[in-house]
């Protein structure tokens, strides 16, 4: 523990001693038939502190405070028929008689006294302390009550804290902590004494240059303090134990390394499983994700075949006989459908092989014929030049727009405006007008590997006899759902779906290939799962097998334990430590195992490396369940031991 004692100081600090004082001068002065002036206490204060002052320094001694003080206090005042001393006896006798407390003493004084020791430190005169003491309702709180005029000593004298320790036992520096209100006194004795001080600051004065440990300006905020270092206690103490319990279990563990293994791999296989396995689906579904999203914000697509395919042949053959989203359909459709923002067609062909003169790609672009709304709704930006136009488009102009890897492989180490210059592809002439701007990757693989031709153009090329995919993008996300709604709807009247009959063709929207993925993947997840419970359950009965075996082997050293003191807890705990500590070796070491070999296997589909944090807290969850699940009966079992039996034990 930080603190184990607090000194409190006494006047100023707990005891509102200014209002005290007055009381006492008032008094006398009525006695004394003396003249009372607003200024009069202030006049009184300033000698009285110089006074003090003095007495703390050294150069005065108590009988000498008690004289001097109302000598000179009289001289200033100009009072002449009263006897100064027996005027400071009456002084002190009426200071004595009343002990006014300040805001929040009496609450804070109480809730110290339940959590440290306790003592008033004080400079003062014992005639009057005392007696103030005795009658306050503080005094039950503390331990020792220390007063500078009865041992020889005042703040911030060394000697003064050499007696307050010796009163204590002489306690370690760091376990004390003075509060007081006097910084050239209380905190700077406490300071030089080595010891740390608060200064309690209820006037927010300016500081003279001596620096306390803490400065509060009220009471209560001794709290703070006191139970930060309480609470640093308990938390430092708690630590300690598990480490010491942990510590015992593992020592025993490596007393039977091959059974403690062999425990353990039941655990590193069930974990493994479900890291290796979560670890590669989050990698695929993040690399998913990034494909997806090449649609535009709030886009959907429509084709004829789903983005997903599942199913046998049968199933296949159903999407193969449905008819191709033409030309005519999108022309009917971006007619119809005045609710979007925006709507595009597009058709492809991939393996395509482009040149520029003695320079050529692998035949491994892919060429996108599209209507001039495809730059919208696909999110492709041109950074250099321009897109394709509803003049290329209509005219069938044998422009195009160049990919980022495409550019590269063609215009590389030439220092040449790609703009305006001629390709061919499979030896069709195109311009290139624009080049887009990087497209990202999905699986590691670029996006930027593409060309861009008009949709009329890409027919007098290849025909028409290839299926749309129709891109439709909403005009902002509230209309998203009622659009496809509506897209749906006219689509079927253009394709002359009958009521009833499914739809030919397929909505594609991020959330719904994203939903299918899911699906596909939860499948899996659910297989492992089952492999990885098994793996579990029965690495779990080994680990009660385990320890219900430790516990006899062990049976002399419990009961050992039990005869110096041991409680059932510490033995419970112990074995419990044991059990989950064999859990969490094996759960941690199959974690490692499930990241690694999970992210090798993700990096040959050229997923992008992911760690699913969600999974690797679950697998420490499950391997704490199962050490306290399995290991609770063998536990309880050794802690319910009898000492005596179990010392007989052989």
């Known amino acids: 523990m930080k603190y184990q004692i607090v000194l409190f100081d006494a006047d100023g600090t707990l005891y ?36 003090w002052g003095d007495f703390e320094k050294g150069l005065i001694s108590t009988n000498e405070i008690k004289t001097e003080r109302f000598k000179q206090f009289f001289d200033v005042i100009d009072v002449k028929n009263v006897d100064s001393i027996q005027f400071s006896y009456d002084y002190l006798d009426f200071l004595s008689k009343n002990n006014f407390l300040l805001e929040n003493a009496e609450e804070i004084v109480k809730w110290s006294s339940e959590r440290f020791e306790l003592a008033i430190v004080t400079n003062g005169l014992a005639s009057v302390q005392n007696p103030r003491f005795m009658n306050s309702e503080l005094r039950k709180y503390f331990r020792h009550i220390i007063i500078s005029e009865e041992i020889g000593f005042a703040k911030p004298k060394r000697e003064f804290f050499d007696f307050t320790f010796e ?36 006037t927010k004065a300016e500081n003279n240059g001596i620096i306390p440990t803490y400065e509060i300006s009220n009471l209560n905020e001794l709290k703070k303090i006191l139970m930060y270092w309480l609470y640093y206690d308990i938390k430092y103490w708690i630590i300690m134990e598990l480490l010491e319990i942990l510590k015992v279990a593992l020592t025993s563990l490596k007393a039977n390394k091959l059974r403690s293994m062999l425990t353990i791999l039941g655990i590193v296989v069930g974990i493994f499983s479900i890291i290796a396995i979560s670890t590669i689906l989050t990698m695929l579904q993040a690399s998913i994700e990034e494909g997806v999203s090449s649609l535009g914000s709030n886009t959907f697509q429509v084709q004829k075949w789903p983005a997903v395919r599942m199913g046998g042949p ?64 696909r999110d492709w930006n041109v950074e250099t030049g321009r897109a394709i136009s509803t ?6 102009r044998k422009v195009v727009v160049l990919g980022t890897d495409v550019l590269t492989t063609l ?10 210059e001629e390709i061919s592809v499979n030896g069709n002439r195109l311009k290139i007008i624009g080049i887009l701007e990087e497209q990202g990757a999905i699986f590691g693989q670029s996006q930027g590997n593409m060309a861009i031709i008009p949709l009329t153009t890409f027919y007098s090329f290849y025909g028409n006899r290839r299926s749309l995919s129709i891109s439709v993008m909403a005009k902002d996300k509230t209309e998203y759902n009622n659009l496809m709604e509506i897209t749906e709807g006219y689509l079927r009247a253009i394709r002359k779906v009958f009521p009833g009959d499914e739809n030919d063709f397929e909505i594609i929207s991020n959330e719904s290939v994203m939903q299918q993925i899911n699906d596909i993947t939860s499948g899996v997840r659910i297989g492992a799962f089952v492999i990885a419970g098994i793996a579990l359950l029965a690495a779990g009965v080994g680990i009660m097998n385990i320890m219900l075996v430790s516990v006899t082997e062990r049976t ?39 990241i690694l070999v999970g992210n090798l296997v993700g990096a040959q589909l050229n997923a992008v490396a992911s760690i699913p944090y969600d999974w690797v807290a679950i697998g420490v969850l499950l391997c704490v369940i199962i050490g306290v699940g399995f290991g609770t009966y063998p536990a309880y079992k050794a802690s319910n031991l009898d000492p005596i039996e179990a010392l007989r034990y052989e």
């Open 16 to 51: 509102d001693f200014d209002k005290s004082a007055v009381f006492a001068l008032k008094s006398c002065f009525e006695k004394y038939s003396l003249i009372w002036t607003d200024n009069t206490f202030e006049i009184y204060e300033q000698i009285n502190k110089k006074i």
């Open 167 to 202: 009163k204590f036992g002489n306690p370690k520096k760091e376990n004390v902590i003075i509060i007081g209100d006097n910084l050239s006194s209380d905190i700077k004795g406490g300071l030089d004494y080595g010891i740390d001080a608060c200064w309690f600051n209820p």
């Open 314 to 377: 049968g199933e296949m053959s159903k999407y193969r006989n449905r008819k191709d989203i033409t030309l005519n359909d999108f022309d009917n459709l971006d007619t119809k459908l005045v609710e979007a923002k925006s709507i595009a067609a597009t058709s492809s062909r991939g393996g395509r092989i482009i040149k520029y003169g003695n320079e050529a790609t692998n035949p491994n672009v892919q060429l996108f014929g599209v209507t001039p709304n495809a730059f919208i709704t």
């Open 391 to 396: 003049q290329d488009y209509n005219s069938a």
């Open 411 to 420: 215009f590389k180490n030439k220092n040449i405006d790609p703009i305006g």
């Open 556 to 594: 002399k050293e419990i009961g050992l334990r039990k005869a110096i003191g041991a409680k059932k807890v510490n033995i419970l705990m112990q074995f419990l430590t044991e059990a989950v500590t064999l859990s969490l070796i094996g759960g941690f070491v199959g974690i490692f195992l499930g």
